[in-house]
């Protein structure tokens, strides 16, 4: 019999607040993919000339002549997390190697707990190093005008990005059943061959997905890159050179804009392009991952 | 950030002031953040002035404050540049006739590392230096080295591209149809544009006046090549000579009445004018003050 006592209230409620926390993911992300979409399809639309966005360097949108070329600014993102993801993909897979074949006890424990401290730091205070530590150092080590370029950013990304990439590998490592090691090891393979011939092999959608998840996490990034990078549109020729990334074009600029206008949807157009381009990235790691469960 | 400094401010005032016994007139005041500093030492000088009158100060750009001004959102904007042909229109489409006031001046001083040799500028060096296509971009071109500056070029600070200062400074130097280089490092505030050329030997920046500190140095600017050279001071933009000075504006949605008559009356007075003097800008007349 069912009965609609108390204990009925509270498991129809439990199951109820369960479900909407299940689901609210994803009215979250449909929300502000149709929020974004809807304030940028006025100017996708209307005066987007997709040629110049995506070919021309001229980002001038508040010009008598307003210019809407984005090349510089996806220049300026892909070069700064792409040289995050040289410092930091072999920093943080040896991290992760090292936690999870290597360190034991203490040590092991003690490394966990820095590594998700240093996930903790607010990027903020990583711009404010860049800014005033990293910028007059690189301007003295190497003789260059200015120490706020891709150089910059792209060392405080990558060391931004290597704890959730050392993290989500050492998951992956630790995942490789013991099993494997175990007949390694009896068919005589030493601790370098049990590495790379078979945990490394067995692991490595996990630490492709783990990679993924730290350009996403490059891409996304604002505040660092804004205070790091110079802000400047330029296609970099060197490491020296200021470079504008296209989150931080977005959060210098929509504060001051007038609510609806060219300048605003322009803003929501990168916003767009940023948004497609982190869900492949996510999604790309996603299927990597789930390519690892079915094994 | 710094914008909401004055909103918890004046939450508190209007909290600590109000006393309930009488009821006390509200303006609102909304607009430039370059004229916040100001409009909020104003706000809180008018309060020991006329206690009966609470003054709402908020920034959010000059733009935002034109635009509630026209709405009848806000009793006053202040605005860094002059109300636009299509921003007149679209008030009176409203049926507000906006009234200008000038309440001062900013002059917008050129700032150099303070090792920096240069002493004076012509304004077409400026321009050649920011403006699209213009040929100086070492500082050998205008025949200095820089110590400290070992590649010799120039590095660029300017700002992002909707703030007040950034369109001003274009007007009055590229011209109308003019454009910046690109590759300028655009930094988010005035205060930044000075950190960064203080720290940057090969940097050249612009910013308010009142931004100027000790360790960068401000080159005299002379409008033409045979030209006095005139260097940025509050007397030289008081007095007009100064060629990079903008006006600093209050719009109100028609001709003030009542408690925003009086409060544009006494910022327009000496006493006004003395709280922006003290603030780093010009007042809109020369002012005697102690």
Redesign the interface.
Known sequence: MDRRDLAWYVDKTAQWVIFAGGISAIVFIVGIFIFITKEGLDFVLGPLNLGEFFTSIAWRPTSNNPTYGALALIVGTASVTGFAMLLSVPLSLGAALFIAEFATGKTREVLKVLVEMLAAIPSVVWGFVGMSIMHPLIMRIFDVPLGLGVLNAGLILGLMAAPIMTTIAEDALKAVPDAYREAAEALGATRWEVIFKVVIPASRNGLLAAVLLGVGRGFGETMAVLMASGHAINIPTSPFDSVRALTATIASELGDTVRGGDHWGSLFTLGILLFVVTFVINLTADIVVRGIRKK | MKRFFPLVALAVAACGGSDGRNQRAVIQNKGS?TLLNVAQAWAEAYATVNADVAVAVTG??S??GI?AMINGTVDVANSSRKMRDSEIEAARANGVEPIEFIVGYDALAVYLHEDNPIEALTVDQVRAIYGEGGPVTKWSDLGVAVPG???D?I?LVSR????GT??YFKEAVLG??G?YK???????GSKDVVD?VE?????IGYSGLAYATEHVSMPCISSEEDSDCVSPTIATAVDGSYPIARPLFMYTAGEPQGAVKDYMDWILSPAGQCVILERGYAPYTETECT
């Open positions: 953040d959010g750009g733009g935002t635009s500056c070992g590649s070029e590095v992002q591209n909707n703030s950034y369109v109308d149809d454009e690109l590759g300028s490092r655009d930094m988010h960064l720290n940057t030997p090969c940097a």
